[in-house]
């Protein structure tokens, strides 16, 4: 059972930058693809980015150039570097965590991630 634990959240202005970390306990980090999905008031959780076993990245069109996922195996934790943000960036990230066999195959649907941690909030002001 692995558990995810969140942090970095904050308030932050328009076209700053922050960087969220997810610390991973449990199991074996790096049998593990890793992905950060967030939520906004009202709206669906959705997908942000993925970071597959063999560190291949994948990012939702709306990150795209803004937002750097990476992982650490020997510390156990993925990292999202969030540049450039905008006020629709305002939500709630959650770390999600997937045991894989891929090397390469990143995941990018929530229903493909089985562990998840309990979020932090992101608000970013104009």
């Known amino acids: 059972q692995v558990q995810l634990v969140e942090s970095g959240g904050g308030l932050v202005q328009a076209g700053g930058s922050l960087t969220l970390s997810c610390a991973a306990s449990?199991?074996?980090?790096?049998?593990?693809?890793m992905g950060w999905f967030r939520q906004a008031p009202g709206k669906e959780r959705e997908f942000v980015a993925a970071i597959s076993r063999g560190s291949i990245t994948y990012y939702a069109d709306s990150v795209k150039g803004r937002f750097t996922i990476s992982r650490d195996n020997a510390k156990n934790t993925v990292n999202l570097q969030m540049s450039s943000l905008k006020p629709e960036d305002t939500a709630v990230y959650y770390c999600a965590a997937q045991y894989s066999s891929s090397y390469s195959y990143t995941g990018r649907a929530s229903s493909e991630f089985n562990y998840w941690g309990q979020g932090t909030q992101v608000t970013v002001s104009s």
């Open positions: 449990g199991g074996t980090f790096s049998n593990y693809r």
